[in-house]
């Protein structure tokens, strides 16, 4: 009978202790309250002594881990565009009692407040600028919601947004509409390639041209110095001793007859001027410039030739005979 109450004092204190002791998960805490009323107590990560159950309640839970909460957004975007933006808050509680207490749903309340920091962000903006810059909404939502939650003893970690949502029959008119476009910006690239380079051949051709035109005007005024020099040859006033004359160096080199003139005196002197009649000397490069085509064509039979009739026709064999007359002038003269 003695151990009795020994044994009844051992079980009664056994049970305070356990009624007493509290054990708190990792990543968790727990909200003590007086029968379930007054808060007396935030317990974190552990073992706590507190007055006995049923006194003490453990009125509440909070985990302190990162939380993510998703959610779906509803936008229309400035240009009329209607879609679902998909994001995720990622946030920790750091005030546990006002978590539990202060807020009637908290969670609920917080999305909430994003979501309508989302919609006031995103219905400002393009969709295509939605798509391309999200972080500018995240940073604009984050600077409006954070100071809220931090009310409701949360902070942010962070807003993450996922690209835009279309339905099928907006997206498969977008994608008619950049594949529309892409096509426009490839011709406009093609064409421009094409002004490019038919500019840069006409350049070419003009250049071309340009060569092959003082080409034949040096021609020609080698063939008028050379003509003139004939057309005094065959006045008397001067003659002709022919030398030989290397032109270039090496294997390439070549022996060619060269004409000097000269005086009546057998000295080295230039053609004189002629006093030729323009129209003349005219018409003599036209008849020349017909031989011309005439020499050619013969190299190709069956070709047709057609040859002016007209006065330059005529006037081109007037040449020889005003130099049979200027021989017979001269003549006259020295007699």
Same mark, same amino acid.
């Given at each position: ?66 939380? $993510? ?8 975007? *400035? ?5 679902? %933006?998909?994001? #995720? %808050?990622?946030?920790?509680? #750091? ?20 979501? $309508? ?32 939650? !931090? ?35 490839? *011709?406009?690239?093609?064409? =421009? ?19 092959? !035109? ?14 003139? !020099? ?14 030989? +004359? ?32 323009? =129209? ?5 490069? +036209? ?10 064509? *013969? ?19 007037? %040449?020889?005979?005003?130099?049979? !007359? ?10």
């Amino acid at each position: 009978m003695f151990f009795i109450p020994i044994v009844i004092a051992v079980v009664v204190i056994l049970f305070l202790i356990s009624a007493c002791v509290h054990f708190v998960p990792p990543k968790r805490v727990h909200v003590i309250t007086l029968l379930g009323t007054k808060p007396i107590a935030m317990l974190n990560t552990g073992v706590h002594f507190t007055i006995p159950r049923p006194l003490a309640v453990t009125s509440a839970i909070v985990p302190t881990d990162i939380v $993510a909460q998703k959610m779906q957004v509803q936008i229309k975007s *400035a240009d009329n565009l209607v879609f679902e %933006l998909p994001a #995720t %808050l990622q946030f920790q509680v #750091t005030n546990a009692m006002r978590f539990a207490f202060e807020r009637d749903e908290p969670v609920s309340q917080m999305v909430n407040l994003v979501v $309508a920091a989302l919609r006031s962000a995103a219905n400002r903006m393009e969709f295509q600028e939605i798509y391309d810059d999200k972080s500018f909404i995240q940073q604009e939502v984050e600077s409006t919601v954070s100071e809220h939650l !931090a009310s409701f003893g949360v902070r942010i970690i962070d807003l993450v947004i996922d690209d835009p949502e279309l339905p099928n029959t907006t997206q498969t008119a977008l994608n008619n509409i950049r594949e529309a476009e892409w096509g426009r910006r490839a *011709a406009e690239h093609e064409a =421009e390639a094409t002004r490019i380079r038919m500019v840069g051949e006409a350049r070419a051709e003009a250049e071309s041209t340009l060569l092959k !035109a003082k080409a034949i005007a040096g021609f020609r005024m080698e063939i008028a110095e050379g003509n003139a !020099a004939a057309i005094a040859v065959m006045q008397g006033k001067i003659g002709v001793r022919w030398t030989d +004359k290397v032109i270039g160096e090496g294997e390439t080199a070549q022996k060619v007859k060269t004409p000097v003139y000269v005086d009546r005196d057998g000295s080295p002197t230039i053609p004189p001027e002629l006093n030729m009649p323009a =129209e003349l000397i005219l018409d003599f490069f +036209k008849v020349l410039d017909g031989n011309e085509a005439i020499r050619d064509a *013969a190299a190709k039979p069956g070709t047709v030739i057609l040859m002016p009739q007209g006065d330059g026709a005529r006037r081109g064999s007037d %040449l020889g005979d005003w130099i049979a !007359a200027q021989q017979a002038s001269s003549r006259i003269s020295a007699a």
